[in-house]
């Protein structure tokens, strides 16, 4: 698996310019930096068509995060995080059962503004960048269980969209969620474009955030 010098520069020098830095400046009440991690609960969105639950993949994030204060009350906060994402579709005949996921994994780099309501709630806002690691399907059922990596170029390997969210806030620890729009088509091949047309990524996901400096 290969990924691109320039995006692995990209991706990490925001956050590394936030964390990075002397254990004093650490500490102080305007920068501070930890990890990240939860539930996605994922699916793929089509135009002119409603997501369908049904259709719904759980899967984890988790990774770094860097935050720094512009301001009292509101603050820029940049992550680096592994981010499962996909699909699954439920067969359920007269004669099997059978569930069938797309699976793929990226590496996400979201970037957003957190104003705060208060002292314990938060507003985020923003977007994000990803690169796609993997993609497989997988099947399990009556018919019995399989799974197939895909070819990465059938794909496109960049993922972009828009974020909100709410956190809050509870001493060092922060819990939210947040809903990952996507912008950009997942198929990239004829073939992939067969099977999932224009559908782009949609993601929800449910957080745990643990500072390691002062808020």
Same mark, same amino acid.
């Given at each position: 698996?290969?990924?691109?010098?320039?995006?692995?520069?990209?991706?990490?020098?925001?956050?590394?310019?936030?964390?990075?830095?002397?254990?004093?400046?650490?500490?102080?009440?305007?920068?501070?930096?930890?990890?990240?991690?939860?539930?996605?609960?994922?699916?793929?969105?089509?135009?002119?068509?409603?997501?369908?639950?049904?259709?719904?993949?759980?899967?984890?994030?988790?990774?770094?995060?860097?935050?720094?204060?512009?301001?009292?009350?509101?603050?820029?906060?940049?992550?680096?995080?592994?981010?499962?994402?996909?699909?699954?579709?439920?067969?359920?005949? $007269?004669?099997?059962?059978?569930?069938?996921?797309?699976?793929?994994?990226?590496?996400?780099?979201?970037?957003?503004?957190?104003?705060?309501?208060?002292?314990?709630?938060?507003?985020?806002?923003?977007?994000?960048?990803?690169?796609?690691?993997?993609?497989?399907?997988?099947?399990?059922?009556?018919?019995?269980?399989?799974?197939? %990596?895909?070819?990465?170029?059938?794909?496109?390997?960049?993922?972009?969209? $828009?974020?909100?969210?709410?956190?809050?806030?509870?001493?060092?620890?922060?819990?939210?969620?947040?809903?990952?729009?996507?912008?950009?088509?997942?198929?990239?091949?004829?073939?992939?474009?067969?099977?999932?047309? %224009?559908?782009?990524?949609?993601?929800?996901?449910?957080?745990?955030?643990?500072?390691?400096?002062?808020?």
């Amino acid at each position: 698996m290969h990924i691109p010098k320039n995006f692995i520069f990209g991706a990490g020098f925001g956050l590394l310019a936030m964390l990075y830095t002397p254990q004093v400046q650490a500490q102080t009440a305007g920068t501070t930096a930890g990890f990240k991690g939860g539930l996605n609960w994922t699916n793929l969105r089509a135009s002119g068509q409603d997501i369908s639950d049904e259709n719904a993949r759980l899967g984890i994030h988790a990774g770094l995060f860097g935050r720094t204060a512009l301001s009292d009350g509101l603050s820029l906060q940049a992550e680096l995080l592994y981010s499962g994402r996909g699909s699954t579709i439920e067969y359920n005949g $007269l004669l099997f059962d059978q569930s069938i996921s797309f699976n793929t994994a990226y590496l996400d780099v979201p970037l957003l503004l957190a104003i705060r309501l208060g002292d314990v709630l938060e507003l985020h806002g923003g977007g994000y960048f990803g690169y796609l690691l993997s993609s497989n399907v997988s099947t399990s059922g009556d018919l019995g269980s399989a799974s197939e %990596d895909l070819d990465r170029d059938n794909f496109n390997s960049m993922d972009y969209g $828009l974020l909100g969210g709410v956190g809050v806030n509870l001493g060092p620890a922060q819990i939210g969620v947040r809903y990952n729009y996507g912008l950009a088509e997942v198929a990239k091949s004829d073939g992939a474009r067969l099977f999932l047309g %224009d559908a782009r990524n949609s993601t929800a996901q449910l957080y745990l955030a643990i500072g390691l400096g002062g808020r």
